[in-house]
Antibody
Framework: QVQLVESGGGVVQPGRSLRLSCAAS????????MHWVRQAPGKGLEWVAV??????????AESVKGRFTISRDNSKNTVTLSVRVNSLKREDTAVYYC??????????????WGQGTLVSVSS | DIQMTQSPSTLSASVGDRVTITCRAS??????LAWYQQKPGKAPKLLIY???SLESGVPSRFSGSGSGTEFTLTISSLQPDDFATYYC?????????FGPGTKVDIK
């Protein structure tokens, strides 16, 4: 079955860099768009970024544009979200979910989700 | 960007009740609307896509309707497992966006 496992979260100081990873299994990874969605503590869901199945198209939420970078390695079935050095803000504190785009639509909704990884930006 | 709103923000109901949640988009999104259920400490789960299509494995008591700018999620007979927060999401265009959520709790 579809499995998405995020890693890389933890306590990070403001201004430091961050790299989150999502390992996918149970499906043909290279056929699907992949997304990151986040949820601040006690708040709603916020879409962060998407990468196309071949990695050539990427879109970002305005709140992270220029600071976050999404990438993927189809040979390793992984998708990564990186934050530039000196870019992390306290308001980036959230649970970050990796999600699979639903088949056949562009843009798309999210038909499978990981369990999430908590990022806490604090000095 | 497309803004999504939901009403009510909180809904108190009893097992067996018919429950309806409304979602509105700030501009037309055709039928590119999904509904998710989220329980505390868990990832969201897709219930409905393309406005009214039921995701595989989701009980038939869940249904979606609407197009354009106004959509509804209906639970025909609320079950104990349905107490959760529900979010709508538009995927008509980037930037993708969610509604603020509707919490369904026990009356």
């Amino acid at each position: 079955q579809v499995q998405l496992v995020e890693s890389g979260g933890g306590v990070v100081q403001p201004g430091r860099s961050l790299r989150l990873s999502c390992a996918a299994s149970g499906f043909a990874f290279s056929d699907y768009t992949m997304h990151w969605v986040r949820q601040a503590p006690g708040k709603g869901l916020e879409w962060v970024a998407v990468i196309s199945s071949d990695g050539n198209s990427k879109y970002y939420a305005e709140s992270v544009k220029g600071r976050f970078t999404i990438s993927r390695d189809n040979s390793k079935n992984t998708v990564t979200l990186s934050v530039r050095v000196n870019s992390l803000k306290r308001e980036d504190t959230a649970v970050y979910y990796c999600a699979r785009g639903s088949d056949g639509y562009n843009p798309d909704c999210f038909d499978s989700w990981g369990q999430g990884t908590l990022v806490s930006v604090s000095s | 960007d497309i803004q999504m709103t939901q009403s009510p923000s909180t809904l108190s109901a009893s097992v067996g009740d018919r429950v309806t949640i409304t979602c509105r988009a700030s501009q037309t999104i055709s039928s590119w609307l999904a509904w998710y259920q989220q329980k505390p400490g868990k990832a969201p789960k897709l219930l409905i896509y393309k406005g009214s299509s039921l995701e595989s494995g989701v009980p038939s008591r869940f249904s979606g309707s609407g197009s354009g700018t106004e959509f509804t999620l209906t639970i025909s007979s609320l079950q104990p497992d349905d107490f959760a927060t529900y979010y709508c999401q538009q995927y008509n265009s980037y930037s993708l966006s969610f509604g603020p959520g509707t919490k369904v709790d026990i009356k």
